[in-house]
């Protein structure tokens, strides 16, 4: 989930395991949301992205979920790696807007060999 | 395709300077965003320039300016440094028509002594 302050939520899970990061948004008329990932020293690298007329994306080893009637989106992670290892954000935008997104705190996963 | 390039990579300034970043877009990529990242505030969008134009400006002082040249590269300058703009600035470009989509490069580590 979303964090407050300076640490960020920390899920650790097995090589193999499947990962499941959440993401609370904030704004109802948000209607394009995108997930990334930015490993150590790198810039946030684009992962998958669903638009509000869809429930559910699926990419390579990625899965998203929409719910939004509770604002709340979801990254699962299928068969996690150590590669996989990163902060994870989500960022929610307004089509017909700037174009600006909105970022979350960020979740830390740590995949453990 | 190169990927969006960010130089320095990593600067230590002193309060009062100032200090100037610049960001090569992805070629073709005509839209220009910077961030900065802090632990404490995550990402937060400073401002985004389209065909030499600011299209978008985030809730930073004035003592952060940017400006995009026919090229579409970037800079930003931060004036009279403060210890609190030490932070990672990430550079972000986007296609025509797909602005929502941002490619960031690896950023720019500035540390204020």
């Known amino acids: 989930g979303e964090s407050v302050g300076l640490h960020l939520p920390t899920l650790s899970v097995q090589e193999g395991d499947n990962s499941i990061i959440n993401c609370a948004y904030s704004n109802s008329a948000s209607d394009y949301f995108i997930w990334y990932k930015q490993e150590s020293g790198k810039g946030p690298q684009f992962i998958i992205d669903i638009r509000s007329n869809m429930d559910k994306r699926q990419g390579q080893r990625v899965t998203v979920l929409l719910n939004k009637t509770v604002k709340h989106l979801s990254l699962q992670i299928a068969a996690t790696q150590p590669g996989d290892s990163a902060v994870y954000f989500c960022?929610?935008?307004?089509?017909?807007?700037?174009?600006?997104?909105?970022f979350g705190r960020g979740t830390s996963l740590i995949v453990h060999p | 395709k190169a990927g969006v390039t960010q130089t320095p990579r990593y600067l230590i300034k002193t309060r009062g300077q100032q200090v100037t970043l610049s960001c090569s877009p992805i070629?073709?990529?005509?839209?220009v965003s910077w961030y900065q990242q802090t632990p404490g505030q995550g990402l937060q969008f400073l401002f985004e320039y389209f065909s030499e134009t600011q299209r978008n400006k985030g809730n930073f002082p004035g003592r952060f300016s940017g400006r995009q040249f026919s090229n579409s590269r970037s800079e930003m300058n931060v004036s009279t440094l403060e210890l609190g703009d030490s932070a990672l600035y990430l550079c972000a470009s986007s296609p025509a028509g797909r602005e929502e989509t941002q490619y960031f490069g690896p950023g720019t580590r500035l540390l204020v002594l």
């Open positions: 070629s073709g990529h005509r839209s």
């Open positions: 960022a929610e935008l307004e089509s017909g807007g700037s174009y600006i997104p909105t």
